[in-house]
C-alpha cells in the first residue's frame, strides 16, 4: 500500500468518525431550517474540515508532506464551498421562518443614569 493511499485513508476514517458528530454538535448548538440539503453540506464541510489536520499530520508522519499537503488544500476548498453553499441554502429559509427581530437592548436607551451605574 503506498504511503499516498495511508493518508487518504487516515484522512476518510477522521471524517467518517468525527465529521458527523461535528455536524450534530452544530444542529444542535443552533437549529438547520434549511431542510436536507443544507443538512448535506453542513454534514460534507464538517467532514472535510475534521480531515484536514489528520492527512498532514499522517503526510508528516510518513515523510510525504508534498503529497499530504495538496490533499489538505482540496479538503479545505471542498470544505469552504460546501459551508458557502449551506450558507446559501440557510439563509433564507432562517429568515422566512425566524425573522430577525431586535433584541430588547438594541431597544433600550443609554442615559446619564446608567452610565453612572454600570461600573465601566
Same mark, same amino acid.
Given at each position: @500500500?503506498?504511503?499516498? @493511499? !495511508? ?5 476518510? %476514517?477522521?471524517?467518517?468518525?468525527? *465529521?458527523?458528530?461535528?455536524? $450534530? ?9 434549511? *431542510? ?8 460534507? %464541510?464538517? @467532514? ?10 499522517? *503526510?508528516? !508522519?510518513? %515523510? ?9 488544500? %482540496? $479538503? ?6 460546501? @459551508? ?8 433564507? /429559509? ?17 442615559? /446619564? ?5 454600570? *461600573?465601566?
Amino acid at each position: @500500500m503506498s504511503d499516498f @493511499m !495511508i493518508i487518504v485513508l487516515v484522512s476518510v %476514517g477522521f471524517a467518517v468518525i468525527f *465529521g458527523p458528530r461535528v455536524a $450534530q454538535s452544530a444542529n444542535r448548538r443552533e437549529p438547520i431550517y434549511g *431542510g436536507l440539503p443544507a443538512q448535506i453540506f453542513n454534514l460534507i %464541510g464538517s @467532514m472535510s474540515f475534521v480531515a484536514l489536520v489528520p492527512s498532514v499530520l499522517a *503526510g508528516l !508522519i510518513l %515523510g510525504e508532506v508534498h503529497q499530504a499537503v495538496p490533499l489538505a488544500i %482540496g $479538503q479545505l476548498l471542498t470544505s469552504l464551498s460546501a @459551508m458557502v453553499l449551506f450558507a446559501l441554502v440557510e439563509l433564507p /429559509a432562517k429568515n422566512r421562518i425566524a425573522p430577525a427581530q431586535p433584541s430588547a437592548q438594541e431597544d433600550e436607551v443609554w442615559t /446619564a443614569e446608567k452610565a453612572r451605574t454600570s *461600573g465601566l
